[in-house]
């Protein structure tokens, strides 16, 4: 699928930048790259020429590579100029090129998608892709690029063949269903087979937590009574003054949030309102934001003043929790030996004792609900569903209840669905959104 038009954008970041890389692909390629770099250059080479609008004025002197199509990141003839990286000179540039007949800006993911319309990826790789460019921490990086590689897609393409060739073989025993040469243990392996996708889809469903922990982030929330020393400890493992610390109970009332990178993972931390009883009203509405946050997060710090333990209230339960001492400081030898017994770390943030200790935890908390390095998991929601809607064919079809014909067919819709998630199948309807959270450029 070779499209009409020929697109132009600026693949590289931020300006100015010390180079700037502009992309064009389509069939004027040839035509923008022979007049700009005054003559057709040796393919797949990185060229220096001096670049030329058609008027002649010289525009700047860069790096030219051609790459004909199909062999092309987008399957069409691309080219790159990779230019000094300066607003006027990027400006000129794109003016210049999409001046061109038959050649415009491109659309955010132009590019991709033509690589996808081509068949040079597919959709999860696609997504990938966008997934890396949006990576910010290592565990995100490494998902990406794993992914970026066919590893969902060959996880989902495998399963699909299995169910094709499945369907295959039932088929076979419908039509010769008066016929002996399609033994019963055919159809038995064939059903056994179709079980253990079930569970292998349903296994592979549960890790999408997992993939959440790594795009979105492991929020942890700290809790506790007023004064307990919440925000000090948050700005102790943020390590910058990012929240107010005072000796007045109730300093906090909005949730306050930072973002940490701790041994490759975004890890989201939460400073809350102390809780208590009766408070004022802004206070109030700052508590009861704090319990829905809890309500949601992956690991709750749960702090006490040892020094000076005052009740929190009910506290929730079905949330992975660690019990915190502050002010271990203030406590004299036999007080602070009872309070290493009563929590499972003891802090102070004047002496610093403890905070490595308890960010170490929480590091490996984070790991833990990442999974292992290297699994494969649903990346997106949109995955997910298709898997679960896929299973439910599956279950349909396992079922003994079912007729023989419609068993096949449920088969059918199954692989179908497996299918729609790398875009084997009809899919049309989902590009636009897929491709609209792409950069221009990519
Ligand atoms: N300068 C530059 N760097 C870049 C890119 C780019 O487009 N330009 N990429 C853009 O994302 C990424 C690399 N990805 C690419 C993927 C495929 C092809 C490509 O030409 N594929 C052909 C030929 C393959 C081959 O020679 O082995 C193909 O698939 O047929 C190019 C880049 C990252 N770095
Ligand atoms: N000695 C000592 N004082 C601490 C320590 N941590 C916090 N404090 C003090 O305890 C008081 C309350 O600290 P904050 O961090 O504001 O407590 P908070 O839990 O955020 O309080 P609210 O926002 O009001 O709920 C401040 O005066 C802090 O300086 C500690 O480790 N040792
Ligand atoms: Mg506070």
């Known amino acids: ?17 010390g180079v700037a890389v502009l992309r064009i692909s389509g069939p004027r390629t040839r035509f923008v790259v022979e007049t700009i770099a005054g003559g057709m250059i040796k393919e797949r080479t990185a060229v220096l020429r001096k670049l030329r609008a058609p008027d002649g004025t010289v525009l700047d002197t860069g790096l030219v590579v051609f790459f004909p199509g199909p062999a092309s990141f987008t399957g069409e003839d691309v ?12 400006a000129r540039m794109l003016e210049t090129i ?30 990938a892709l966008a997934d890396l460019v949006n990576a910010e921490t290592e565990a995100q990086r490494r998902f990406a690029v794993q992914n970026a ?35 019963g243990s055919v159809s038995d392996a064939v059903w056994f087979d179709v079980r253990s996708m079930i569970s292998e889809i349903d296994n592979h469903i549960a890790g999408f937590h997992a993939a959440e922990v790594i795009r979105d982030g492991f929020e942890v929330v700290i809790l506790g009574a007023p004064n307990a020393g919440k925000s000090s400890l948050f700005n102790a493992l943020a390590r910058r003054d990012a929240a107010i610390v005072t000796d007045e109970p ?46 949601r997060a992956d ?29 271990l400081d203030l406590l004299d030898g036999g007080a602070a030996d009872d309070a290493a017994r009563r929590y499972e770390f003891g802090i102070s943030v004047v002496e610093g004792t403890g905070v490595d200790e308890l960010l170490a935890e929480i590091g490996h908390r984070a790991t833990q609900a990442a999974g292992g390095a290297g699994d494969v998991l649903p990346s997106r929601l949109r995955h997910v569903e298709l898997l679960g809607a896929a299973n439910r064919h599956l279950h349909r079809a396992a079922d003994d209840g079912t007729p023989q014909e419609l068993r096949a067919e449920e088969l059918r819709l199954a692989a179908d669905r497996l299918g729609r998630i790398v875009g084997a199948v009809d899919v049309e309807d989902l590009l636009d959104v897929i491709f609209s959270q792409f950069c221009i450029g990519k």
């Not at 070779?2 to 100015?16: E, K, M, N, Q, T």
């Not at 050649?103 to 790789?125: I, Q, S």
């Not at 969902?152 to 010769?176: P, T």
């Open 299 to 327: 690991l709750l710090l749960l702090l006490e003043d040892a020094a000076d333990p005052r009740d929190a209230g009910p506290l929730l339960v079905t949330i992975p929790a660690l019990r915190v001492g502050t002010k």
């Open 149 to 183: 590689e066919g590893a969902q897609s060959e996880l989902y393409l495998g399963w699909r063949r299995r169910l094709i060739h499945a369907r295959a073989m039932i088929e076979a025993e419908i039509d010769f269903a008066d016929e002996d040469d399609v033994p």
């Open 79 to 90: 080219a790159e100029f990779h230019v000094h990286g300066g607003r006027a000179v990027v």
């Open 250 to 295: 109730g300093t906090t009332r909005d949730l306050l949030e930072v973002v940490l990178d701790l041994q490759g993972l975004r890890v989201r931390l939460i400073d809350t309102a102390g809780l208590r009883e009766g408070p004022g009203k802004i206070e109030a509405i700052g508590i009861e934001k704090a319990k829905a946050k809890a309500g």
């Open 98 to 127: 999409a001046g061109f007949d038959d050649v415009r800006h491109a659309e955010p993911g132009e590019f991709t998608r033509r690589a996808f319309l081509n068949g040079k990826v597919d959709l999860v790789e696609t997504e």
């Open 1 to 17: 699928m070779i499209s009409g038009d020929s697109i132009v954008a600026l693949s590289s970041g931020r300006l100015p930048a």
